[in-house]
Antibody, heavy 122, light 107 residues
Framework: QVALQESGPGLVKPSQTLSLTCTVSGDSISSGSYHWSWIRQPAGKGLEFIGRLYTSGSTNYNPSLKSRVTISMDTSKNQFSLSLNSVTAADTAVYYC??????????????WGQGALVTVSS | EIVMTQSPATLSVSPGERVILSCRASQTVITKLAWYQQKAGQAPRLLMQGRSIRATGIPARFSGSGSGTEFTLTISSLQSEDFAVYFCQQYNDWPYTFGQGTKLEIK
């Protein structure tokens, strides 16, 4: 059974960098059939894709966040990570890591982590 | 980016009723449309992909239809465990985008 688990600080100061790690079990992040995503959800609001990482190491970022985001992987630990710099209160949200199905008819997300609440506040 | 619009925002229904949730895309997404269910305090769960293909373990009372820009999710007979928020998501064009959700609440 595939499982994803987010970890990282729950409180980040404004202007600093938000860093989260997703640990994957039950699948290898090196599998070519999937890509690995970060998605966020502010309280009481909708969902927003932050970006995704392919097993090749290539990435796609949401243009609205592209200048501040880096997603990377550590295949030895079967983990991938999110870094979002220069955060403001608007970045306060639950952050989910997720597995997406690749391929022409892929793109949907079939497994999600439980989510990590990150609050940006001084 | 493609804007996804869901209607209604909230739907008050009784168990056993049939409900239809709508999702509209600002431009065609062909059939690259997924539906997710989210319960309070939980991560979203994939219900449907490719417009009408149920995910593993999703009961047959859930069905999806549509193509292009207009899609629907139908729940044939609401069960108590179905009261939740439902999101549609397009994956035809990056950045993938979600609708704002439809909340099913008990009447």
């Amino acid at each position: 059974q595939v499982a994803l688990q987010e970890s990282g600080p729950g409180l980040v100061k404004p202007s600093q960098t938000l860093s989260l790690t997703c640990t994957v079990s039950g699948d290898s992040i090196s599998s070519g059939s999937y890509h690995w995503s970060w998605i966020r959800q502010p309280a009481g609001k909708g969902l927003e894709f932050i970006g995704r990482l392919y097993t090749s190491g290539s990435t796609n970022y949401n243009p609205s966040l592209k200048s501040r985001v880096t997603i990377s992987m550590d295949t030895s630990k079967n983990q991938f990570s999110l870094s979002l710099n220069s955060v403001t209160a608007a970045d306060t949200a639950v952050y989910y890591c997720a597995r997406g199905v690749s391929g022409f008819w892929g793109g949907y997300t079939d497994y999600w982590g439980q989510g990590a609440l990150v609050t940006v506040s001084s | 980016e493609i804007v996804m619009t869901q209607s209604p925002a909230t739907l008050s229904v009784s168990p056993g009723e049939r409900v239809i949730l709508s999702c509209r895309a600002s431009q065609t997404v062909i059939t690259k449309l997924a539906w997710y269910q989210q319960k309070a305090g939980q991560a979203p769960r994939l219900l449907m992909q490719g417009r009408s293909i149920r995910a593993t373990g999703i009961p047959a009372r859930f069905s999806g239809s549509g193509s292009g820009t207009e899609f629907t999710l139908t729940i044939s007979s609401l069960q108590s465990e179905d009261f939740a928020v439902y999101f549609c998501q397009q994956y035809n064009d990056w950045p993938y985008t979600f609708g704002q959700g439809t909340k099913l609440e008990i009447k």
